[in-house]
Each structure stands twice: as C-alpha cells, then as structure tokens.
C-alpha cells in the first residue's frame, strides 16, 4: 500500500488516497498533473502518512474521482 498526495505548496495540508504501487498508480499520476490547473501543485506517493509531516493535515478521500476533482479545484 501507499498514498498519493496531492499538494499545494502555497497552502497547508494535503489531500490523500490510499492505492497500490503498479501501471495503475503511475497513470493516475500523470493524470494528476494533467490535471493541476497551474504550477505549484504537487503530486507525491509516500508509505506512510504518520512519516511525512510536511504535509499534514492530511484530508483523506475515498476514491481516485475524489482526489481528481480535488486537484481540478486547487
């Protein structure tokens, strides 16, 4: 398991899901930064949130459609 992350670095906080590692995972990366509407959004895979406390508050979602329309509204 992991979780991709998707960040403004302008603002606090972060939106996470949790997935697999795989070609699944690396197309809805690419995705993802398709569809950042501008520089400085991030989008990162990490382990375990508890290890990564840069990005907190983490914001979980519950499927790939709401962490897409997350980074369509940043």
């Given at each position: 398991?992991?979780?991709?992350?998707?960040?403004?670095?302008?603002?606090?906080?972060?939106?996470?899901?949790?997935?697999?590692?795989?070609?699944?995972?690396?197309?809805?990366?690419?995705?993802?930064?398709?569809?950042?509407?501008?520089?400085?959004?991030?989008i990162v895979t990490i382990s375990r949130?508890?290890?990564?406390?840069?990005?907190?508050?983490?914001?979980?979602v519950e499927s790939e459609e709401e962490?897409?329309?997350?980074?369509?509204?940043?």
């Amino acid at each position: 398991m992991c979780y991709v992350l998707a960040k403004d670095i302008n603002q606090q906080g972060c939106v996470a899901f949790q997935t697999r590692l795989g070609k699944e995972l690396s197309a809805l990366i690419q995705e993802l930064n398709d569809l950042a509407p501008r520089r400085g959004i991030q989008i990162v895979t990490i382990s375990r949130p508890t290890a990564y406390g840069e990005y907190a508050p983490y914001s979980f979602v519950e499927s790939e459609e709401e962490l897409k329309e997350a980074v369509k509204e940043m």
